[in-house]
């Protein structure tokens, strides 16, 4: 059976029935979505590969009480953002990744992501030449209040219509909107501010 | 000391810089120099999103049609430069009486100041407004950031955003705006998913026991779907009166330890009124403590033996009491045989590791 030409749908009602192909099929289709929006939240690519985990064995296991009325991607967000919030809440960390994007997959990605920072022995001349435009939307992004940062993650990421975004991190629409503006003015003043 | 590092965006990085890129995208970049921008974007795809988002920025700048100005749009702005220009009125002294020749400057001191007062408030008045009135119709205000998202992300309504096209045709300062924020919102949807390490599926799938979701999917589709909208509408429900903030929690605490703040001082009240002693309450509350559990205990005990199973099984009892011991034997070896399957039961599914969707009857085997 060919589950990639399934609705999200179809294939959770197959491994409701215990096709083991199903859930594999529903990993390959949300496991990058859910990683990235996790690994940009708590910003250590080992940590997120747990949480990422956890977020799918919970969300798994609990398939019988998915309602098809709503979107799958929606519901399984919802599981990883609220486990995500609640291990940052725990947790409070804040901690930068250094040495780029947790989870860059090669070198051209994790130098995409890395952050330069000067360390005493550059010239300001040489701290902003050697900084590349994807460090800098990662390190600004990391520099957001977390649902700040679940909001512009979930809107431009991973595309969800603002409606979405308000279902998955179950605040009203006028929330998500506040939220968003925010987190992009945060980010434009940071993006400005360094490369001023 | 460390050899520096090489800077990962410039010309001794191997890829091109910002600016180039930015160019290439504008068409701006031709020959020599454009085949080789070509070539590294084949091999490079950081390159090649953000070439992507210039090109994406460049074609919703470009999709903003030219408009014209609305109305008389040079005589609106010539009547505000005749505004500008317009002389100032002449001052108009206040008639001030002297009485002697001593006394003729002061008052004409006097008369002067009160004069600039007075006229330098009339022509405040009377100068014209400096606000432009902005192209595309009285009242229109400067674009907000959040009404600039939402425009570029084409959120706003039809007859909205033929406002702010309008605006925007004659407002350099809210297109540069636009601009801007077109730029960030382009690189943040450059920003690339990222993966997890291989082997992530497999090392979920070795967690989720793929059976047992099946058996509790199944025994969910069995229930009603009435009960199963109830149960989601009830937990809904009890979900909306969990407090979310601080304050919402302290407030629930509070409402919580109301009945017991109260009935603590009902007992406070009580103790110390001089008639009633402590001790007088606690004896109080003892036999009503246990006047109610005797109530209960009697009322359980009622139901189980004032009815006709009960009867029956009293029945059953003294009839077996005097069977013979053959049968006295059978039933205790067969009660002692079903203890025994019991407890390897238990055993094998509480204390022994099981695989992954075996079940009791499995156990057994």
């Known amino acids: 059976m060919d589950y990639a030409s399934l609705d999200d749908r179809e294939v959770v009602a197959l491994a409701c029935k215990g096709r083991e192909a199903a859930f594999r099929e529903l990993l390959s289709r949300y496991e990058r979505p859910v990683f990235s929006l996790v690994v940009r939240m708590v910003r250590d690519a080992t940590l997120a590969e747990d949480l990422a985990q956890e977020a799918f064995i919970k969300a798994f296991h609990a398939l019988g009480s998915y309602d098809?009325?709503?979107?799958?991607?929606?519901?399984?967000?919802?599981?990883?953002?609220?486990?995500?919030?609640?291990?940052?809440?725990?947790?409070?960390?804040?901690?930068?990744?250094?040495?780029?994007?947790?989870?860059?997959?090669?070198?051209?990605?994790?130098?995409?992501?890395?952050?330069?920072?000067?360390?005493?022995?550059?010239?300001?001349?040489?701290?902003?030449?050697?900084?590349?435009?994807?460090?800098?939307?990662?390190?600004?992004?990391?520099?957001?209040?977390?649902?700040?940062?679940?909001?512009?993650?979930?809107?431009?990421?991973?595309?969800?219509s603002y409606e979405e975004v308000a279902e998955i991190m179950e605040v009203p629409l006028g929330t998500v909107k506040t939220y968003i503006h925010r987190g992009r003015h945060e980010l434009?003043?940071?993006?400005?501010?360094?490369?001023a | 000391m460390p050899a520096p590092r090489p800077p990962s965006h410039g010309p001794t990085s191997g890829h091109p810089s910002g600016e180039r890129l930015e160019a290439f995208a504008a068409g701006e970049v031709h020959g020599a120099m454009a085949r080789e921008v070509e070539g590294h974007l084949a091999g490079c795809a950081r390159c090649r999103a953000e070439v992507e988002g210039w090109t994406l920025l460049f074609g919703d700048l470009a999709s903003?049609?030219?408009?014209?100005?609305?109305?008389?749009?040079?005589?609106?702005?010539?009547?505000?430069?005749?505004?500008?220009?317009?002389?100032?009125?002449?001052?108009?002294?206040?008639?001030?009486?002297t009485h002697a020749s001593g006394l003729k400057g002061l008052a004409d001191r006097v008369?002067?100041?009160?004069?600039?007062?007075?006229?330098?408030?009339?022509?405040?008045?009377?100068?014209?407004?400096?606000?432009?009135?902005?192209?595309?119709?009285?009242?229109?205000?400067?674009?907000?950031?959040?009404?600039?998202?939402?425009?570029?992300?084409?959120?706003?309504?039809?007859?909205?955003?033929?406002?702010?096209?309008?605006?925007?045709a004659g407002c350099p300062d809210c297109s540069n705006q636009v601009e801007g924020w077109s730029v960030v919102l382009a690189r943040l949807d450059a920003l690339p998913r990222l993966a997890p390490r291989p082997g992530f599926a497999d090392a979920v799938m070795a967690r989720v026991e793929v059976q047992a979701v099946a058996a509790v999917a199944a025994r969910q589709?069995?229930?009603?779907?009435?009960?199963?909208?109830?149960?989601?509408?009830?937990?809904?429900?009890?979900?909306?009166?969990?407090?979310?903030?601080?304050?919402?929690?302290?407030?629930?605490?509070?409402?919580?330890?109301?009945?017991?703040v109260g009935l603590l001082a009902l007992v406070a009240a009580v103790v110390t009124n001089p008639v009633v002693g402590f001790g007088d309450l606690v004896t109080f509350l003892g036999w009503r403590v246990t006047d109610a559990l005797g109530g209960l205990a009697a009322g359980t005990l009622a139901l189980f033996t004032e009815t006709r199973l009960a009867a029956a099984l009293w029945q059953a009892l003294f009839a077996?009491?005097?069977?013979?011991?053959?049968?006295?034997?059978?039933?205790?070896?067969?009660?002692?045989?079903?203890?025994?399957?019991?407890?390897?039961?238990?055993?094998?599914?509480?204390?022994?590791?099981?695989?992954?969707g075996e079940t009791h009857v499995q156990a057994l085997s």
């Not at chain 1, 434009?188 to 490369?195: S, T, Y």
Request: glycine share 10%.
């Open chain 1, 68 to 160: 098809p009325r709503f979107r799958f991607s929606s519901w399984l967000f919802k599981i990883a953002n609220n486990l995500t919030i609640d291990h940052l809440r725990k947790k409070q960390l804040d901690t930068v990744s250094m040495h780029g994007a947790p989870g860059a997959q090669g070198e051209e990605e994790e130098a995409r992501s890395r952050i330069v920072l000067a360390d005493g022995r550059e010239t300001p001349e040489e701290y902003t030449a050697n900084r590349e435009l994807g460090g800098r939307i990662e390190a600004a992004i990391s520099r957001l209040r977390p649902e700040y940062r679940t909001a512009i993650l979930l809107r431009h990421v991973e595309g969800h």
């Open chain 1, 188 to 195: 434009k003043d940071l993006l400005a501010g360094v490369a």
């Open chain 2, 64 to 97: 903003l049609p030219e408009r014209g100005p609305s109305g008389d749009f040079v005589g609106r702005v010539m009547a505000e430069i005749e505004g500008l220009t317009q002389p100032e009125p002449a001052r108009r002294p206040l008639p001030v009486p």
């Open chain 2, 111 to 168: 008369r002067d100041g009160a004069g600039d007062l007075l006229w330098g408030g009339v022509r405040a008045l009377r100068r014209p407004r400096a606000a432009p009135a902005a192209p595309g119709g009285a009242g229109t205000r400067h674009l907000t950031p959040a009404g600039i998202q939402d425009f570029i992300e084409g959120q706003l309504a039809a007859r909205t955003e033929v406002r702010v096209l309008d605006h925007l």
């Open chain 2, 221 to 260: 589709a069995r229930a009603p779907a009435w009960a199963a909208a109830l149960g989601s509408r009830v937990l809904a429900g009890a979900s909306r009166l969990v407090p979310v903030t601080r304050r919402g929690w302290v407030a629930a605490g509070t409402l919580m330890a109301m009945p017991t």
């Open chain 2, 320 to 356: 077996f009491v005097q069977a013979s011991p053959l049968a006295l034997s059978l039933f205790f070896l067969l009660t002692m045989g079903t203890v025994a399957a019991a407890a390897v039961v238990v055993y094998r599914n509480l204390y022994r590791p099981h695989e992954a």
